[in-house]
Every structure is written in structure tokens, then in C-alpha cells.
């Protein structure tokens, strides 16, 4: 079975910092996708970043992106110049290739961005 | 452009009430379906997942079933409720072009107080 771990529960950035999440996963699958979602207080899922485990390069969206070490199972989200906006629920999720794209969600990292 | 509904958006039931919350997808035709439950504190678990009209599969064992009697539509019941049913609930779908990956889209939920 596949796990996601998310440790931080919690976490506190100020505006125009550089904030990291952590998540690390559990799989003996090698063909796999990764996801970081995010979920404001409106509670609406939003896909912020995904990443193929075939591929090396991190994966990058304006100012989210991800550190992805597959042979650690590590991948962490990095959000750059936070915003007022960006204050949420993150999640990061795993899907592996060919399951009805399932996924496994963590317990969420809950990010809050103060002036 | 694809849609995804759901509802009731809040529900309030006592113990041992049935339970019917519908989630229909516009747009779209042999989307994959899914039900999640986010319970308080924690991350999203998938109930059920469905690849077509009568086919579905129970990821965890619970008080809950689900249903899909037409091409765009999931239906998550229950004959008798507990509290422990309480949470959030959110319909996903995804669309099945044959490919690595297919994007799961979120509906908006619906929140569900079991007392």
C-alpha cells in the first residue's frame, strides 16, 4: 500500500517570503505521478504542481515549485514571494500510472501568509 | 468545458437517518468517478472510485455504498447513519483518454453533520 506523509501540520510565512512544505511518500511502484493541491477556505481542490517520477527535472509553475528526490520518496513544495492568497490547505497526493488515476492523499500541511 | 456538481452543500441528519448525497458531471462522457471523505484535522480518503455505469469499487469498509446509474452521475448512501460519517465529502472526476495520466477534477462538497 502507498503512504504520504506531510510532518507539518502547521506552518507561518510572512508576505514576499519563500515558504517550504515537506512530504514524503511509501511505494514500491516505479511509474508514478505527484501532486500538490491546494484548498482555501472555500474548500474547493486546486491542482497547484504536478510531477512525473520519470522525470528528473523538478517541476515548476510561477511561483510554486518542487524539490523532488525519488530515491529519498521526498517532495516538497516551495512557494515564492507568498501572497495574502496562498493562505490554505496544501495536500500532496500520489497516483500511480494505470490505477483509474486513484489518489493518495497526506494529512495536509495547513499554511497560513501574515503581513 | 466540464462542470462538476454537487449536492446538498450542508447537511444535517441525526443518527441512523439514510443518507443520499448526488455529484453529476457536465460536459464530459465515460468519466471515471470518485467519492472522498476529508474528516476533520485530516487529509482526503477515497470511498469509492467507478470506471463506468454499475462498476464500483469500495476502497475502504464502511457504513456507506455507492452507486452510478447513469454515465455522469455518483450517488454516496447510506441506510443508517453514524456519527463517525461525519465530514466533508467531495466527488471527483476524471476523464479516461488512454494516457499515463488524466487530471482528477474536484466538485465544490458537501458537508455533512451527523448528531
Known amino acids: 500500500a502507498q503512504t504520504v506523509t506531510q510532518s507539518q501540520p502547521e506552518m507561518s510565512v510572512q508576505e514576499a517570503e519563500t515558504v517550504t512544505l515537506s512530504c514524503t511518500y511509501d511505494?514500491?511502484?516505479?511509474?508514478?505521478?505527484l501532486f500538490w493541491y491546494k484548498q482555501p477556505p472555500s474548500r474547493q481542490m486546486i491542482l497547484v504542481i504536478r510531477q512525473e517520477a520519470y522525470k528528473q527535472q523538478n517541476a515548476t509553475e510561477n511561483r510554486f515549485s518542487v524539490n523532488f528526490q525519488k530515491a529519498a520518496k521526498s517532495f516538497s513544495l516551495k512557494i515564492s514571494d507568498s501572497q495574502l492568497g496562498d493562505t490554505a490547505m496544501y495536500f500532496c497526493?500520489?497516483?500511480?500510472?494505470?490505477?483509474?488515476?486513484?489518489?493518495?492523499f497526506g494529512t495536509g500541511t495547513r499554511l497560513q501568509v501574515t503581513l | 468545458s466540464q462542470t462538476i456538481h454537487q449536492w446538498p452543500a450542508t447537511l444535517v441528519q441525526p443518527v441512523g437517518s439514510p443518507l443520499s448525497l448526488e455529484c453529476t458531471v457536465e460536459?464530459?462522457?465515460?468519466?471515471?468517478l470518485y467519492w472522498y471523505r476529508q474528516a476533520a484535522g485530516r487529509g482526503l480518503q477515497l470511498l469509492f472510485y467507478s470506471v463506468g455505469i454499475g462498476q464500483i469499487s469500495s476502497e475502504v469498509p464502511q457504513n456507506l455504498s455507492a452507486s452510478r446509474p447513469q454515465d455522469r452521475q455518483f450517488i454516496l448512501s447510506s441506510k443508517k447513519l453514524l456519527l463517525s460519517d461525519s465530514g466533508f465529502y467531495l466527488c471527483?472526476?476524471?476523464?479516461?483518454?488512454?494516457?499515463?495520466?488524466?487530471?482528477?477534477?474536484f466538485g465544490p462538497g458537501t458537508r455533512l453533520t451527523v448528531l
Open positions: 460536459g464530459t462522457s465515460n468519466p471515471n
Open positions: 511505494t514500491s511502484e516505479n511509474n508514478y505521478y
Open positions: 471527483a472526476w476524471s476523464g479516461t483518454s488512454g494516457g499515463f495520466y488524466n487530471e482528477q477534477f
Open positions: 497526493a500520489f497516483m500511480i500510472v494505470g490505477t483509474a488515476s486513484k489518489l493518495t
